[in-house]
C-alpha cells in the first residue's frame, strides 16, 4: 500500500507516492451508532503501525464518546485516530488520501448523502485517479438505492468503488468482531487482501453474493426476510402450544430435534429459561438482541426491493402487515423480535372477527 499527500497533488502535478511499507492504509469511518462504534473500535485496536483510523457521526457527541472510549481503552493507537468535524473534511483534513470509508448509517437516504458529499468534497479538493478509494457500506439498505451510489460513483470518478457490504450478527457480532459480510462479489479472490484485511478486523466470514454490485444486499434482504416470515410463524406456533396447554419448555426442546426447527425456535428461542445459559433476550424480557422495528425495517425494504425486480413475495404483505402493528407498539417495537411470542398473545379475535391488542389499539 501506498499513500498520496493530498497537499502533494494540490500543490505539484508530480505525484509522490511512498511504498516503503506495506502497512500503510487510511481507513475513515461514518457511523457510530450500535454497530459502528463496535467495528470502529476494531478498526482502531487492530490498526498496524503507519495506518490511521479517521471517524465520523453527524451527532458529534456520539464521535466524541467514541474516541473517548477507545483511547481511554486502549491509549496505544490514540495518535492514529482522529475525530472530524464534516464529512468533507474526510479529503481535506487528512494525512493522504483514504484508502477505504465503511459507511454504517440507517438508510439508504443517510448513505446516499454521505456518499454523494464525499465524493463531491473530492472532485473539489482533487485526488489521484491512481489511487483508488473504496467505499464499503455496511448499512442495510434498499437495493435500488445502493446501485444508484454505484452508478454515482462510478461516474464521478470512475477509479473509485462503492460496494455493498452488509452484515449479519447483529450488535453482538458486532461487539465480538464476528461478524459476516456480504459482498458483491464472484468469488472470493474478487476481495483484494486489503479488504480482506479491513473486514477480518470486524468479521469472522466473508460471504461472496455475485458480480452485480448489489448482490450483497440482495443476500441479507432474503435471509432478513426469511427470518421475519419464520419469526412470525415460530411465535404463532408457540401461542398454539400454549392454548393447547403444553410444557412450552419441553414444546421448544421437542421442536429443537423436529422439522420446526429454526433460528427463531432454537437459537432465539422466545420461550424463557429453555437454554438458561445462552443468554438468550427471552431471558431478559426480550431486551437486547435484534430488535422487532429493524426487522420490520427489512420485511420494508425486502418487500419494496422485491417488487422493483419484479417478484412478488408471497408473504410479504402479510408479513409487513403484522410488522407494522406490532412496531405501533413501543414497548414491541423497541425490543428483541423473539418478543413478538408475547405479543400475539396479547392480540384477540372479536366476534366480528376483527383483532384486538388488549394492551393497545384495534387490528384489522
Ligand atoms: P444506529 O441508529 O444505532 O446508528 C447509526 C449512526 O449513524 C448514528 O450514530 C447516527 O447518528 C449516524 N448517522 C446517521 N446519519 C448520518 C450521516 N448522514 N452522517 C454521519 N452519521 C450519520 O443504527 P445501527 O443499529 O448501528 O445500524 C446501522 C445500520 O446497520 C442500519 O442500516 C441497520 O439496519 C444495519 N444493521 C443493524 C443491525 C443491528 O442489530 N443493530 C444488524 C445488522 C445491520
Redesign the pocket.
Known amino acids: 500500500m501506498y499513500r498520496i499527500s493530498l497537499n502533494t497533488l494540490k500543490t505539484t502535478t508530480t505525484r509522490q507516492f511512498s511504498t516503503t511499507s506495506t502497512n500503510l492504509v487510511n481507513y475513515g469511518f ?7 462504534q463496535h467495528m470502529a473500535k476494531h478498526i482502531y485496536n487492530n490498526l498496524e503501525q503507519d495506518d490511521q483510523l479517521y471517524v ?4 458529534p457527541e ?1 464521535t466524541d464518546k467514541f474516541v473517548l472510549g477507545v483511547t481511554e481503552e486502549n491509549p496505544t493507537n490514540s495518535l492514529k485516530l482522529t475525530k472530524l468535524p464534516t ?1 468533507s473534511s474526510f479529503t481535506t483534513d487528512v494525512d493522504g488520501q483514504l484508502d477505504f470509508i465503511v459507511t ?4 439508504g437516504k ?1 448513505v446516499k ?2 456518499v454523494e458529499e464525499i465524493i463531491t468534497s473530492y472532485k473539489q479538493n482533487g485526488y489521484s485517479p491512481e489511487y483508488k478509494t473504496t467505499i464499503i457500506d ?4 434498499d437495493i435500488p438505492t445502493s446501485q444508484e451510489i454505484h452508478k454515482y460513483v462510478k461516474e464521478t470518478i470512475p477509479e473509485f468503488d462503492f460496494i455493498d457490504a ?3 450478527g ?2 453482538a457480532g458486532a461487539r465480538k468482531a464476528s461478524l459476516s459480510f456480504m459482498l458483491s462479489r464472484d468469488t472470493i479472490s474478487d476481495v483484494s487482501p486489503a479488504l480482506t484485511t479491513l473486514l477480518n478486523k470486524m468479521g469472522k466470514n466473508i460471504f461472496p453474493c455475485g458480480s452485480k454490485h448489489g448482490t450483497g444486499l440482495a443476500a441479507k434482504l432474503s435471509n432478513n426476510y426469511l427470518l421475519a416470515i419464520t419469526n412470525i410463524a415460530v411465535a404463532d406456533s408457540f401461542q398454539l402450544a400454549k392454548t393447547f396447554g403444553l410444557n412450552l419448555q419441553n414444546y421448544a426442546k421437542l421442536v429443537a430435534v423436529s422439522t420446526g426447527k429454526s433460528w427463531a425456535s432454537v437459537d432465539n428461542c422466545p420461550i424463557p429459561g429453555v437454554y438458561p445459559d445462552a443468554n438468550l433476550p427471552a431471558d431478559v424480557n426480550y431486551n437486547g438482541g ?1 430488535i422487532t422495528k ?1 426487522t420490520r ?1 427489512d420485511v420494508v425494504l425486502a418487500t419494496t426491493s422485491a417488487e422493483k425486480f419484479g417478484r412478488f413475495l408471497f408473504l410479504g404483505d402479510v408479513g409487513r402487515h403484522w410488522y407494522d402493528k406490532a412496531c405501533e407498539r413501543p414497548d414491541i417495537a423497541n425490543r428483541d423480535l423473539a418478543v413478538l411470542y408475547e405479543w400475539l398473545g396479547d392480540l384477540k379475535q372479536a366476534e366480528n372477527g376483527d383483532i384486538i391488542d388488549t394492551k393497545g389499539g384495534e387490528h384489522k
Open positions: 461514518v457511523g457510530l451508532g450500535q454497530m459502528g465520523y457521526d453527524s451527532v456520539a464529512l454504517m448509517v440507517p438508510e443517510h448523502s454521505v455496511s448499512s442495510t439498505i452488509p452484515v449479519s447483529g450488535v435484534f429493524l425495517k
